[in-house]
């Protein structure tokens, strides 16, 4: 990374476009960090374009040595090559996630299988690898009922321990949650907290790449 060049990744996971919270609240993130960090580049990954599930072929082809693999083992592992390569490039990740029964999306879990193939089937959390650079992550979470933080919230811890195991060190989360019963005032708390966390990863960015 240079002072000239960050990477941010948006990934976005709710399956509406119009009226999506988390997709607008995207957008704020997205284009706030770009003003501060205005030679960065930014990849946008949106998963109702569709993500490959964990198969049978899919396994056989990930565990079987490189060199040994079909054209088809290859076609099979193209997405996850092509998810993880995003991944792992950018400095930054925007993860766009509204809460689906308490829990993540069905396609931002298919992201996560394919990102963490090589521990989709026996991952530990003992074996998580030493990040290889400062990294940050920015998770917009939204739901209309649904806490963070509370008994019911299975998406947020989930998605703080993931972004680690896949070496992001920096987390920050947007809470966007309980839309339904106050929306102006959680959407007004949202943007104040995504223009300090903007602010606040975009001067590490800076300091870093100037080391």
Known sequence: MSVNHQTILRVDSSMRHGGSISRLLADATV???????????????????GVG????????ARIEAPKSRSAEDRALLAQSEALGAEAESADIIV????????????????????????????ATAQTKP?????????????????LAGANDDFASEFLKFI????????????????????????????????????????????YAAAE
């Not at 689906?100 to 069905?106: G, T």
């Not at 987390?171 to 949650?177: L, S, Y």
């Not at 309980?178 to 590490?204: E, M, P, R």
């Open 31 to 49: 284009s706030e960090l770009h003003k501060n960090l205005p030679n960065s580049t930014v990849l946008l990954r949106d998963l109702t374009a």
């Open 53 to 60: 599930h964990v198969s049978s072929a899919w396994r056989e």
């Open 95 to 122: 993860l766009a996630v509204p809460i689906y029964n308490f829990s993540i999306p069905a396609a931002l879990k298919a992201w996560v299988d394919m990102v963490c193939r090589k521990n989709v089937d026996g």
């Open 130 to 146: 030493s990040p290889k650079k400062p990294k940050h992550a920015i998770i917009l979470l939204t739901s209309n009922h649904t």
């Open 163 to 206: 972004l680690i195991f896949i070496g992001f060190t920096e987390i920050n989360v947007v809470d966007a949650t309980g839309l339904a019963n106050d929306k102006a005032s959680v959407l007004a708390n949202a943007h104040d907290k995504i223009l300090s966390i903007c602010q606040t990863v975009a001067s590490h960015e800076i």
